[in-house]
Nanobody, 118 residues
Framework: QVQLVESGGGLVQDGGSLRLSCAAA???????????IGWYRQAPGKDRELVAS???????NYADFVKGRFTISRNNNKKTVYLQMNSLKYEDTAVYYC?????????WGQGTQVTVSS
């Protein structure tokens, strides 16, 4: 079953910005505040890689290749995770996946495509 739903992907020019959203489904709403969350991405022919993560306490961590450009955040009232992406580069082109973890359980979104044109 779909438990996380991403949105906000699309086509943007080099240097542009996008904000991705990840909404929690009804089944995990009650545990959202305690979940560790993250964003991953996967480009064609490459492995899925961690982009950013945030524990339930709210401290963010970023992959080196997005530091200073991307910001992960969460709104516990809206039960939504965000990834603000600024200064996008062509190499950021990938399918972006939302992820959440709680008590050993892992939850994934279906992905949203981000394409950065040169």
């Amino acid at each position: 079953q779909v438990q996380l739903v991403e949105s906000g992907g699309g086509l943007v020019q080099d240097g542009g910005s996008l904000r991705l959203s990840c909404a929690a489904a009804r089944s995990i709403l009650s545990t959202f505040r305690s979940m560790d969350i993250g964003w991953y991405r996967q480009a064609p022919g490459k492995d899925r890689e961690l982009v950013a993560s945030m524990a339930d306490g709210g401290s963010p961590n970023y992959a080196d290749f997005v530091k200073g450009r991307f910001t992960i955040s969460r709104n516990n009232n809206k039960k939504t995770v965000y990834l603000q992406m600024n200064s996008l580069k062509y190499e950021d082109t990938a399918v972006y996946y939302c992820h959440a973890e709680y008590l050993g359980g892992h939850y994934w979104g279906q992905g949203t495509q981000v394409t950065v044109s040169s």
